[in-house]
């Protein structure tokens, strides 16, 4: 397997679900800094120009979360044997996409990902991700208030993609002071090893 890779939030999704799993992965970079993702090399493996992008043989695949669904279905590990385990996990998947990722972007790209990039912050994003997270935040609070990991007791790969994104808001000045679920859950992810060894970029 190949996994084009950037240190940043989905890409780290991805390396970290594949370190839990002890899966081998020959790494290859992608500098989004040098424009290396708009260039015709990658943009053939993935037209949208953005990584991850895992190719198995003969897949390509990219957009984060159907990569770790990929992983957790070809490895059956921390993943659900079940039909309705797996729909469960998929709705935290797609949740996360729809609902946290578009507010955690506003912040993390407008404070953080400016910074490499040498771009100017839109400060009306800011404001429009600080104001939407608080009430999406809530759902898992709650969930996490009755289980340990958001489908349950154990660790799955959907943490795998929300520790990611909950440290990138938290790094971008989003306080988890008013969500201490969350925040005893993304401190738990970090506690872990394969999420130490996960490539990140020094503002993450």
Known sequence: MKLYYFPSPNPQKVRFGMIELGLDCEIVDVDLSKGEHRQPPFLALNPFGRVPVLVDGDLTLWESHAILSYLGDTTGRLWPASVAGRAIALKWLFFLSAHIAPSATDLVFNRLAVKVLGLKGDEDAIARGEKALPSVLEIPEDQLAKTKCLLGEEFSLVECAYGPV???????????????????????????????????????
């Open 166 to 204: 909950l440290n990138a808001i938290e790094k971008a000045g989003f306080s988890l002071e008013g969500f201490p679920e969350l925040r005893d859950y993304l401190n738990a992810i970090r506690s872990r090893r394969a999420w130490q060894e996960t490539p990140r970029l020094p503002i993450l």
